[in-house]
């Protein structure tokens, strides 16, 4: 209630009045103060525009500088700005990435046991760690020096749900541990650029794996990117030499992984995570990325396995090469259809296989094919040979709507008549005349049309106005 509030227009009278003032207005309640999660939405609408942006680094540097913005305006907003400051960390350099453990590691040793949170601020604020940028320009001089600073800050980000590194950087073993047997180990949900050495993380014997042990405790992981290091031709002669002779490991136990959904193995032919997650049960996973190495035997290799193991479940499969110099390709499996009927998007790598398929006997003992619901076919170049293997397999691909080819583009509109029908290009076209006849599109690397095509499609639409 407001006090009443009068008025003495006449003080000095000898019965001077009293007048009582009124609002005009009713009386306007103090707003009630906002909770911390309500401005925390309006600032990751504000900083982010949405959800999914908050995940990703096209605009780090603008993200960091609005965050510090309003860090400065007063102390609320820096209650609520500084955990989505530090909510997506990218670091550029060893020693940003110096700094950054170094403070979270003195905050860490403030934080006395009264406080009702058991874990320090900031590194609890801490969701996703970038370190792709450092890694692929970091010199060797540097490198134990990193896997130490490693190992002292993965302990202090218990909440860390998504973990960039670099294909080309080896973490060490103890930073893998530190990894694994920490406070949190379940909230990771992705593991990308991943570098996996089986001569330093396996014991064929014991059958332990350092990497495995870090996939145990991840049980709630979405997305796992894993490089090897390839196969080189002496390995290739002894795998063909030794196959027989070879021994599948023990695994005491297989992995609870419910919420993998995409999975990258690439230049891995066989290592004890790729036999654990052979064996381990895999009931979300849709897509997978794959070096394929379908000449050589089981278990010197376990890629075409793996895809008859858990190709009933897919949807996307990219089977690729890392090309690095020099650069040796291995050959496809051809029954890939048979094994993974589900497909709506197909990567296929040189040398192109002989797809086939097979016929279903029912009941009445009359074969009939298999229709499979195949929407994009992705290959690096198109040539005459792999056409005869497409042309037997359109009837079979009702649902086929793009073919792809990665590796190369379409020349710009304008050049000459015998140039666009030379080499690779007059390959292209001529795929692209026979399938327009089919409502299939062709799209180059760029995921673009013919523009001659598209400049034909344009000239006829205007005579059609007109």
């Known amino acids: 209630m407001c006090e009443a509030v009068l008025l003495y227009p006449r003080p000095l009278a000898r019965y001077p009045g009293r007048l009582l003032l009124l609002p005009l207005l009713p009386h306007r309640p103090s707003l009630k103060p906002l909770p911390s999660e309500i401005w925390s939405r309006i600032f990751v609408q504000a900083l982010f525009e949405d959800d999914q942006d908050t995940q990703s680094h096209r605009a780090h540097n603008n993200i960091w500088r609005s965050c510090l913005s309003l860090v400065l305006v007063c102390k609320g907003f820096k209650e609520v700005a500084m955990p989505l400051l530090y909510s997506n960390v990218c670091l550029h350099s060893v020693n940003s990435l110096q700094k950054f453990t170094a403070h979270l590691h003195s905050a860490d040793r403030m934080w006395d046991s009264i406080r009702r949170i058991p874990y320090s601020t900031p590194g609890r604020w801490v969701q996703v760690l970038d370190l792709s940028a450092i890694l692929a320009e970091l010199d060797f001089s540097a490198y134990y020096a990193v896997n130490a600073l490693l190992t002292q800050l993965f302990p202090l980000l218990p909440f860390l749900a998504k973990l960039t590194l670099y294909s080309g950087f080896l973490l060490s073993c103890h930073a893998l541990a530190s990894l694994t047997h920490r406070d949190g180990s379940s909230n990771i949900r992705a593991l990308g650029g991943i570098y996996y050495d089986p001569f330093i993380y396996s014991a064929v014997e014991t059958g332990e794996d350092h990497f495995v042990q870090l996939l145990r405790v991840c049980v709630n992981l979405e997305l796992l990117e894993v490089t090897g290091i390839g196969l080189d031709d002496t390995d290739l002669e002894s795998h063909f030499d030794n196959a027989e002779s070879l021994k599948t490991p023990d695994i005491t136990a297989p992995l609870y992984l419910p919420h993998l959904r995409s999975l990258t193995l690439l230049s891995m032919p066989s290592s004890l995570l790729m036999y654990a997650l052979l064996h381990s049960p895999l009931p979300r996973l849709r897509t997978l990325s794959l070096t394929p190495y379908d000449e050589i035997p089981f278990p ?55 797809l086939t398929i097979t016929f279903q006997t029912p009941l009445t003992g009359v074969s009939s094919p298999c229709i499979f619901p195949l929407q994009i076919l992705s290959i690096p170049r198109p040539s005459s040979d792999f056409w005869v293997t497409l042309e037997r397999l359109l009837p079979f691909l009702p649902s086929l709507q793009t073919i792809r080819m990665r590796d190369v583009r379409w020349l710009r ?13 007059g390959e292209m076209i001529e795929w692209d005349r026979r399938l327009t006849r089919r409502g299939i599109r062709l799209l180059d690397r760029n995921w673009k049309e013919s523009q001659a095509r598209e400049c034909g499609i344009s000239k006829l639409s205007e005579l059609a106005v007109f």
């Open 300 to 354: 010197a290799s376990l890629s075409s396995v793996f895809l008859e193991t858990h190709g009933q479940h897919l949807r996307n499969i990219f089977l690729f090469t890392p090309k690095s110099w020099p650069t040796r390709y291995h050959s496809s499996p051809s029954t890939i259809l048979n094994t993974s009927p589900y497909l709506r998007l197909l990567s296929l790598e040189y040398p192109l296989p002989a």
């Open 413 to 425: 509109y304008g050049m000459t008549s015998r140039a666009q029908e030379a080499g690779i290009q």
